[in-house]
């Protein structure tokens, strides 16, 4: 009798040649991986995205950003110029009439301060008036009326009979500090629609009126006023009004400027017992 291998040995055989199946298929991922890897490595290298900046680019660019500044800055109109434009429509020239066998005539300043034509002035300006006389920018001619008073902080509220066609109110503003740009405008002396420039130079002073009431709180600047000032707003660099011009210190008592306004600040002016509804 012949011995005959098992029916299974030769299949076995055969696949003790063959590489487990197991073992093709991680040949194949790796295979994969390294081609993946190898091609990212290669994109890389062959990106077209934009070079690195050289020295001499970044110092040109810089460079072209100063000059532009610069010549921005340049051309910008100066702050006064600005605070006075944006200013301008809403201030008004207050004239008065004192009663009596000798008529005398007062002249100060007022800004609208909002949509009702609401008219802040320092009271003193109108104080005892038998008549008040009111022009806006445009040359609209009114007659004024006190509609409310604070004596504490010498301000006058006014109404306007006549309103010019476009009641242009100013924009209120606030939050001062020493030594920030302030602008008085008003109509010193008589001459109308006047700028002056200063700084703020005190805060929260207290100072005599002139009826004997103390006021408190004041904004000190040193912007040029004069008589025809008083009434007028205090400006800050962006034509905000920051406070209402009410006196002067001089110790000659000549009423003449001497380096030293005192104005109340817009919200004390506006704020209590007969200040404007804004």
Same mark, same amino acid.
Do not use: C, Y
């Given at each position: 009798?012949? $011995?005959?291998?098992?029916?299974?040995? !030769?299949? @076995?055989?055969?696949?003790?040649?063959?590489?487990?199946?197991?073992?093709? /298929?991680? /040949?194949?991922? +790796?295979?994969?991986?390294?081609?993946? !890897?190898?091609?990212?490595?290669? /994109?890389?290298?062959?990106?077209?995205?934009?070079?690195?900046?050289?020295? *001499?680019?970044?110092?040109?660019?810089?460079?072209? *950003?100063?000059?532009?500044?610069?010549?921005?800055?340049?051309?910008?109109?100066?702050?006064?110029?600005?605070?006075?434009?944006?200013?301008?429509?809403?201030?008004?020239?207050?004239?008065? @009439?004192?009663?009596?066998?000798?008529?005398?005539?007062?002249?100060?300043?007022?800004?609208?301060?909002?949509?009702?034509?609401?008219?802040?002035? &320092?009271? =003193?300006?109108?104080?005892? %008036?038998?008549?008040? =006389?009111?022009?806006? !920018?445009?040359?609209?001619?009114?007659?004024?009326?006190?509609?409310? @008073?604070? #004596?504490?902080?010498?301000? &006058?509220? !006014?109404?306007?009979?006549?309103?010019?066609?476009?009641?242009?109110? %100013?924009?209120?503003?606030?939050?001062?500090?020493?030594? $920030?740009?302030?602008? *008085?405008?008003? =109509?010193?002396?008589?001459?109308?629609?006047?700028?002056? %420039?200063?700084?703020?130079?005190?805060?929260?002073?207290?100072? #005599?009126?002139?009826? +004997?009431?103390?006021?408190?709180?004041?904004?000190?600047?040193? %912007?040029?006023?004069?008589?025809?000032?008083?009434?007028?707003?205090?400006?800050?660099?962006?034509?905000?009004?920051?406070?209402?011009?009410?006196?002067? *210190?001089?110790?000659?008592?000549?009423?003449?400027?001497?380096?030293?306004?005192?104005?109340?600040?817009?919200?004390?002016?506006? +704020?209590?017992?007969? +200040?404007?509804?804004?």
């Amino acid at each position: 009798m012949v $011995d005959q291998e098992p029916p299974s040995a !030769l299949p @076995e055989r055969e696949r003790a040649d063959r590489p487990p199946r197991r073992r093709v /298929w991680r /040949w194949v991922v +790796g295979v994969g991986i390294v081609a993946v !890897l190898l091609g990212l490595l290669f /994109w890389d290298r062959s990106s077209s995205g934009p070079k690195p900046l050289s020295r *001499a680019e970044v110092d040109s660019i810089a460079q072209a *950003a100063v000059t532009k500044g610069i010549d921005d800055a340049k051309a910008a109109p100066p702050a006064a110029t600005t605070a006075f434009q944006t200013i301008q429509p809403s201030v008004v020239l207050i004239s008065t @009439e004192q009663g009596g066998d000798a008529k005398t005539e007062g002249v100060g300043a007022g800004v609208v301060v909002n949509d009702k034509g609401d008219i802040l002035t &320092a009271r =003193h300006v109108v104080a005892g %008036a038998t008549a008040i =006389h009111i022009t806006f !920018l445009d040359g609209t001619k009114a007659n004024g009326t006190v509609v409310s @008073e604070q #004596p504490e902080n010498d301000i &006058a509220v !006014l109404s306007a009979d006549q309103s010019p066609e476009a009641l242009v109110p %100013a924009v209120l503003g606030g939050g001062l500090q020493i030594g $920030d740009d302030v602008f *008085a405008v008003g =109509h010193p002396l008589g001459l109308a629609d006047s700028l002056s %420039a200063g700084v703020v130079s005190g805060l929260n002073r207290t100072v #005599p009126g002139s009826d +004997g009431t103390t006021m408190k709180g004041l904004i000190q600047f040193d %912007a040029a006023v004069n008589p025809g000032s008083s009434g007028g707003p205090l400006l800050n660099k962006a034509g905000q009004v920051v406070g209402i011009v009410t006196s002067l *210190a001089n110790p000659s008592q000549q009423g003449f400027f001497i380096g030293i306004g005192f104005a109340v600040p817009i919200g004390a002016a506006t +704020g209590g017992a007969g +200040g404007p509804n804004l």
